[in-house]
T-cell receptor
């Protein structure tokens, strides 16, 4: 079956760095997406990876290893506004998105 | 990025009534749109895929006669919750894929409360 695993909750300190991991198993693969969702709001797109390696976008970076079925989202210089849920989603061979349950990130001062 | 709007943002209705939610892609065309439902502190659940000019594809367990989907044009999909009951109260969110990577862009969501 198709599956996405990511931690339920993580806590980090303002100004620090945090890495949110995601492992996936899909029928075929057409890319890995990360979204941010603040409480009570809709998800917003953060990043897309389809090739192995690191994609950097400001304070956020996303990494993919296709052979390991693994991705991570790296957040640097954490700010209080980064407190949110981070959703990992993998696109299968039918271009369907398989969603993880999300990782709730709590930032402490 | 692509912009998707939803209307209304929130709605309160009486049990037994029907509620229509609109999803529009504002700066791009979408032959496909997705409808999700999210209960408090739970993950996104895909309800159905809306297809322009043809029938929607519903996920297992979603009643097609209760959640009517119409994709009337390349920029508009509607979800009608018929004969709503309190258990239908939820956050309904649409998305539309855009670009070569089919990245899904989400509308702001509609919070439905059925009394």
């Amino acid at each position: 079956g198709q599956n996405i695993d990511q931690p339920t909750e993580m806590t980090a300190t303002e100004g620090a760095i945090v890495q949110i991991n995601c492992t996936y198993q899909t029928s075929g693969f057409n890319g890995l997406f990360w979204y941010q969702q603040h409480a009570g709001e809709a998800p917003t797109f953060l990043s897309y990876n389809v090739l192995d390696g690191l994609e950097e976008k400001g304070r956020f970076s996303s990494f993919l290893s296709r052979s390991k079925g693994y991705s991570y989202l790296l957040l640097k210089e954490l700010q209080m506004k980064d407190s949110a849920s981070y959703l990992c989603a993998a696109m299968d061979s039918n271009y369907q998105l398989i969603w993880g349950a999300g990782t709730k990130l709590i930032i402490k001062p | 990025g692509a912009v998707v709007s939803q209307h209304p943002s929130w709605v309160i209705c009486k049990s037994g009534t029907s509620v229509k939610i609109e999803c529009r892609s504002l700066d791009f065309q979408a032959t496909t749109m997705f409808w999700y439902r999210q209960f408090p502190k739970q993950s996104l659940m895909l309800m159905a895929t809306s297809n322009e000019g043809s029938k929607a594809t519903y996920e297992q367990g979603v009643e097609k006669d209760k959640f009517l989907i119409n994709h009337a044009s390349l920029t508009l999909s509607t979800l009608t919750v018929t004969s709503a009951h309190p258990e239908d109260s939820s956050f309904y969110i649409c998305s539309a894929p855009q670009g070569e990577t089919d990245t899904q862009y989400f509308g702001p969501g509609t919070r439905l409360t059925v009394l």
